[in-house]
């Protein structure tokens, strides 16, 4: 079945910097990754996602990329805020399948 | 309009007992999927409903079991609790199998 590895597990960065989290998947018949921003006592919220036929994506502050040929994605991050601290977890979904996480990103953005 | 939505939120069980979860798929949703996530890991597929029946399955043991309604709301019931069923479980909605999917809050379950 389909793994997928997230890296790094933590990450603190300063006020304003970029951050970069990196996963990996194991199943080439992945065409759906998307990113999860959960915070302390609540569920995973949806922030961005990506589909196999696009390379990379953009919202504002947030950017996915994909590389389908090695088999991994990232989510990057910029002009980071403290509100930005947060478990973020990457995800792969295949048809006729559900989808499969990451370990999770512990992000601290120290003002 | 009502995102996805789960009772309890917290719930404190005792070994042996069976629990049921209960969450209600966001408004225009027909699918309900169930994750359990364990302190400082990822949601770890359970199972997946649509259509009432049970359209995928991840690897739990049988004492997992869900349900899903007409309305499309989903049960989750857990027989034979261990020390290691406690967790947050967490259930997501989305609309046939278009994949962006949505999640409740979750049910903090703590089994003693």
């Known amino acids: 079945g389909e793994n997928v590895e997230q890296h790094p597990s933590t990450l603190s960065v300063q006020e304003g910097d970029s951050a970069v989290i990196k996963c990996t998947y194991s199943?080439?018949?992945?065409?759906?990754f998307p990113w999860y921003k959960q915070e302390l006592g609540k569920g995973p919220q949806l922030i961005i996602d990506?589909?196999?036929?696009?390379g990379e994506k953009k919202d504002q502050r947030i950017a996915v990329t994909l590389n389908k040929t090695a088999k991994h994605f990232s989510l990057h991050i910029t002009e980071t805020q403290p509100e930005d601290s947060a478990v973020y977890f990457c995800?792969?979904?295949?048809?006729?399948?559900?989808?499969?996480f990451g370990a999770g990103t512990r992000l601290t953005v120290k003002p | 309009d009502a995102g996805v939505t789960q009772s309890p939120t917290h719930l404190i069980k005792t070994r042996g007992q069976q629990v049921t979860l209960r969450c209600s798929p966001k408004?225009?949703?027909?699918?309900v999927s169930w994750y359990q996530q364990a302190l400082g890991q990822g949601p770890q597929f359970i199972f997946q409903?649509?259509?009432?029946?049970?359209?995928q399955r991840g690897n739990f043991p049988d004492r997992f079991s869900g349900h899903q309604f007409p309305n499309y709301s989903s049960e989750l019931n857990v027989n034979a609790l261990l020390l290691g069923d406690s967790a947050l479980y967490l259930c997501?909605?989305?609309?046939?199998?278009?994949?962006?999917?949505?999640f409740g809050q979750g049910t903090r379950l703590t089994v003693v």
């Open positions: 995800a792969a979904f295949r048809n006729n399948n559900d989808m499969r």
């Open positions: 199943d080439s018949a992945s065409n759906y």
């Open positions: 408004s225009g949703h027909d699918t």
């Open positions: 990506i589909r196999s036929n696009v």
């Open positions: 409903y649509y259509e009432e029946e049970e359209r």
């Open positions: 997501a909605s989305r609309w046939g199998r278009d994949t962006e999917a949505f």
